[in-house]
C-alpha cells in the first residue's frame, strides 16, 4: 500500500507510545499517548497535565513528558492515577487531538499525496525539542504549528543534533562560557522510522566522498509530521557520526557536511518514504543543495543540467533571513567541491558551473561561492521576512539576477508571524476567549474579529497584566538567585536577588540573540542617566538575557561591560541578567515585562519575531523602526527610535541612546504610573489594546502562512 504524506513513522510513534503507557497505571495510558504529539504544548492547559503528575520532576527534566513519564517517582503516578479529575481532564485532551487529527488536511492546491515540504537546519517547537538557536528556529516551529492549526498538507525536516545548541553560563567576570549537554534522542518524544516495526529506515547521502548513513526519526507537531535526520548510527566513521552532533557547530567543514545532510538527505527521505512534495521550501539557506539532488535525479534518468535545473526550481521557494554577513556564509572553492565531492558528475555538469551558481557575481571566480546566493538561483519564488527587508534584500541581490533597479529584483517579502496560541498567556487568552467570541483564533485574520478589544475593560486587562508580571518577579528571583550562586557572587549581591523586583514596578525586557548590531550596549551608553531610571518614587526594573554566538567576542565583551556595573546602587535589586535563554524562559519575559526594548541597527534587523510575541501579550515596544516595528507601529501602541540608516555609527549610537532614555524618562514611566482612582493606568491600557490587535491581526503565524500559500506556494513556475 503507498504511503501518504503522514503516514511513515505515524505507527513507530504508536508503537513508542504504547511501550510507555505499559510502564504507568492503567489510568495514566492517555498521558504517553498525549506525550508523544506535540499537540499539548499549544493547548491551554497542556502543560499543566504533565505538572500536576510530579511539577519538581517536570521541571527537572526539562518539560519533556516522555522523560518525565519515564523519571517520576512511582508514588506520584499511583497518586495522579487516583485523581478523577485528572484522568478526565487528559482523556478529555487526548480526545480533542484525536477529533483534531481524523480531520482532513486539504487546501486548495494542495493534499496529503503532494505536501509543502519544508526544510530548515532548525526547529523552535517546544523547549523540549533542543534542535534550535534562536529565531529562525521559534519561527519554524510556530510555522509548522500554524500548519497544523489550519490542515495545510506540510511536512517539516531537519536535523537531530545530539547535542543540540550550546547552553551559556556568565562567569564572575561577566564572561560567556559554553557548554554542551547530550540530548539523549531515544528519550525525547520521537521515534525512528522503520520500515517493518523493527528495521530502522536509512538513506544514504554522499558527503566527503563517503556514503553517510542517515537515521530518520519522526516526531508528531498536532498533524504535521517533523522528520529529523540523525547520522549518529553506528554504520559511520565517527567524524561522520560527528556531522549531527552540534547546532551550527563551529568546524566549516562540518556545517558544510550538514547542508549536504539537510539538502540532500532532506530530498532522498521524503523519497524514501513515498512522499512526492508539491513545493519545497527552503528556510534559510542550509538546504540550498535540494534543488540540486532534484535535478540529479532528473539528469540520472536523461535529462540535460540545464531542464533538470530548471525543473527543480521551478518547485522550489525560498525564505531569506537576514541581511547580517555572519547569516550568509560563504567558502572556499575547495571547501565545496571537497565536502560536496561528486556532486558535478552526478548533475553531469562541471564545478566551474556549479560554483557560478553560488556566487553572488557569477563570473567571478575569485569570489567564494555561498549557500545563499545558490537558493536564491535555484528557488522560482523568493522572499524577505518584512516589507523593509524584503527592500534590503533585493538591494543586496540585486548582482544575483543582473538587474537593473532595485525594483527589477524578484524578491518579494512575507512578513513573520507568531503562533497566538504558544505564546499568549493564558491569561490573556481567558480574557479575550470571553471578549472575542468562540472560534476567535481561527479568525484572527479577520479584522471584524478584534473589533470588540476596545471594550475589553481595562480594569480586567490590567489584573491579567499584573497577574503576569508578579509571575515573572517570581520566577526572576528564582533565576537569577541561582545564578549569582553559580557564579560565585558576594552573599550581599546574591541576597539582593532574593528581594529583587517588585510586581509593582514598571518592568523592561531586552531578551534576545546577542549579535553586537542588536546593541545591547545602547542600554548603559550613558550609565549615569540610565542608572537615574532606578530611583523611587516611579523607577523602572529591567530583565536581560540572550545569548551570543561562540564565535562572536564582541558580543560576549558588551554582555561583560554590562555585568561591570552590577555594583552600582540599585543595581543588585533592579536589574538582572538571566543566563541560558530559551524558549521557556522566554515565555515568561514576552508575557510578564511592560516593555519590550529592541535596539538593531537598521536595516539590520530582518524581522524580530520577540516583539510581535510580547505585542500579543498587551506589552509596549519600545523599538528602532527597523523589521516588523517598522510595519507595526502606528503611534498608538509603542514607542519608537529612527530606523533612518547612518554610516556615523558613533553618532547615530550616540542619538539613539539619547532617544531611547528621553523616552522612557518622559513618556514611558509617566503614562505607566499615571493611575486612576482605582489604580488602572488608562492610557497605558489603551496602548496595550492597541498593541493587541495589532499582532493579533497582522503578525500571527496564520497570517503569515496564509501569504506562503497565495505568494509563494501557489505561484505557477
Known amino acids: 500500500m503507498a504511503m501518504t504524506y503522514a503516514s511513515p513513522g505515524a505507527e513507530d510513534l504508536r508503537l513508542a507510545a504504547d511501550q510507555l503507557a505499559a510502564r504507568l497505571p492503567s ?155 547530550p540530548s539523549d534522542p531515544p528519550r525525547l518524544p520521537g521515534a525512528p522510522v522503520t520500515l517493518d516495526g523493527v528495521e530502522p529506515m536509512k538513506i544514504r547521502v554522499p558527503i566527503r566522498g563517503r556514503e553517510v548513513a542517515v537515521q530518520i526519526w519522526r516526531f508528531a507537531i498536532g498533524r504535521v509530521p517533523l522528520f529529523l535526520l540523525d547520522t549518529d548510527v553506528s554504520d559511520n566513521e565517527p567524524v561522520d557520526r560527528w556531522i549531527t552532533s552540534r ?16 539538502g540532500i538527505g532532506g530530498v532522498r527521505a521524503l523519497r524514501a518514504m513515498g512522499i512526492e512534495p508539491a513545493v519545497y521550501h527552503l528556510n534559510e539557506g542550509h538546504p540550498a543543495l535540494a534543488p540540486l539532488e532534484l535535478a540529479a535525479e532528473a539528469v540520472a534518468a536523461g535529462a540535460a543540467f540545464e531542464d533538470a535545473f530548471e525543473s527543480a526550481r521551478a518547485r522550489t521557494v525560498f525564505t531569506t533571513h537576514t541581511p547580517v554577513p555572519a547569516g550568509n556564509e560563504s567558502y572556499a572553492p575547495e571547501e565545496m567541491t571537497r565536502v560536496f565531492a561528486g556532486l558535478d558528475e552526478r548533475l553531469g555538469t562541471d564545478w566551474d558551473t556549479l560554483l557560478s551558481l553560488a556566487r553572488v ?101 490590567w489584573r491579567a497584566r499584573c497577574e503576569l508580571r508578579g509571575k515573572l518577579v517570581d520566577y526572576v528571583r528564582e533565576r537569577a538567585t541561582l545564578d549569582r550562586l553559580s557564579r560565585g557572587e558576594a552573599a550581599d549581591y546574591v541576597e539582593q536577588a532574593q528581594r529583587a523586583f517588585d510586581p509593582d514596578r514598571l518592568t523592561i525586557g531586552f531578551a534576545r540573540r546577542l549579535a553586537t548590531y542588536k546593541r545591547l550596549y545602547l542600554m548603559n551608553r550613558d550609565l549615569g542617566r540610565a542608572l537615574k531610571l532606578l530611583r523611587e518614587p516611579n523607577p523602572i526594573q529591567i530583565l536581560l538575557a540572550g545569548k551570543a554566538h561562540p564565535s562572536d567576542d564582541g558580543a560576549k565583551r558588551v554582555v561583560q561591560e554590562l555585568f561591570g556595573a552590577r555594583r552600582a546602587p540599585r543595581v543588585g535589586e533592579r536589574i538582572a541578567y538571566l543566563h541560558d535563554y530559551d524558549m521557556g524562559m522566554a515565555a515568561f519575559l514576552i508575557a510578564g515585562c511592560d516593555v519590550w526594548v529592541n535596539l538593531p541597527r537598521p536595516p539590520l534587523e530582518a524581522s524580530g519575531t520577540s516583539g510581535m510575541k510580547a505585542a500579543m501579550n498587551g506589552v509596549l515596544n519600545l523599538s528602532v523602526l527597523d523589521g516588523w516595528w517598522a510595519e507595526g507601529y502606528d503611534g498608538s501602541n509603542g514607542w519608537a527610535i529612527s530606523g533612518d540608516e547612518d554610516p556615523d555609527h558613533e553618532a547615530q549610537d550616540a542619538r539613539d541612546a539619547g532617544t531611547l532614555l528621553d523616552l522612557l524618562e518622559k513618556e514611558v514611566i509617566p503614562l505607566f504610573y499615571d493611575r486612576d482612582a482605582d489604580g488602572v493606568p488608562r492610557g497605558w491600557m489603551q496602548r496595550a489594546k492597541a498593541a493587541i490587535r495589532t499582532a493579533g491581526l497582522q503578525f500571527s503565524a496564520r497570517r503569515m502562512l496564509r501569504d506562503y500559500v497565495d505568494r509563494a506556494y501557489r505561484v505557477e513556475p
Not at 521541571?59 to 506520584?76: D, F, I, K, Y
Not at 547546532?247 to 539537510?262: K, P
Not at 534584500?393 to 524578491?411: M, N, Y
Request: include cysteine; glycine fraction near 10%; charge should be negative.
Open 27 to 181: 489510568a495514566l495510558a492517555p498521558f504517553a499517548r498525549i506525550a508523544f504529539n506535540y499537540r499539548w504544548c499549544w493547548t491551554a492547559g497542556g502543560a499543566g497535565l504533565f505538572a500536576a503528575i510530579d511539577a519538581h520532576r517536570w521541571e527537572a527534566c526539562g518539560r519533556n513528558p516522555v522523560r518525565l513519564l519515564q523519571e517520576a517517582p512511582t508514588g506520584a503516578l499511583e497518586q495522579a492515577a487516583g485523581d478523577r479529575q485528572l484522568t478526565r481532564r487528559v482523556y478529555s485532551l487526548e480526545e480533542c487531538i484525536a477529533v483534531e487529527a481524523s480531520q482532513p488536511t486539504q487546501v486548495d492546491g494542495f493534499d496529503s499525496t503532494h505536501p509543502v515540504a519544508f526544510l530548515c537546519a532548525e526547529y523552535g517547537v517546544h523547549a523540549s525539542l533542543p534542535v534550535y538557536a534562536g529565531g529562525l528556529g521559534v519561527l519554524a516551529g510556530d510555522l509548522v504549528k500554524a500548519a497544523s492549526d489550519m490542515g495545510l498538507p506540510f511536512v517539516a525536516v531537519g536535523l537531530l543534533y545530539g547535542q543540540g545548541y550550546f547552553r551559556q553560563r556568565i562567569d564572575i567576570s561577566g564572561w560567556q562560557n559554553e557548554y554542551w549537554v
Open 361 to 461: 557575481h557569477a563570473a567571478n571566480r575569485e569570489e567564494p561561492p555561498g549557500m545563499t546566493a545558490l537558493a536564491l538561483r535555484a528557488s522560482r519564488a523568493r522572499n524577505g521576512v518584512s516589507l523593509r527587508h524584503g527592500g534590503v534584500a533585493r538591494r543586496i541581490w540585486r548582482p544575483v539576477f543582473g538587474a537593473g533597479t532595485d525594483d527589477e529584483v524578484p524578491i518579494g517579502h512575507v512578513t513573520n508571524g507568531v503562533h497566538l496560541p504558544t505564546w499568549m498567556a493564558d491569561p490573556l487568552r481567558a480574557l479575550l476567549d470571553a471578549q472575542l467570541g468562540e472560534g476567535w483564533q481561527a479568525r484572527t485574520t479577520e479584522p471584524e474579529t478584534w473589533d470588540r478589544i476596545a471594550d475589553l475593560p481595562d480594569a480586567e486587562l
Open 247 to 262: 547546532l551550527y557547530v563551529g568546524d566549516r567543514d562540518t556545517r558544510l557536511a550538514q547542508y549536504a545532510l539537510l
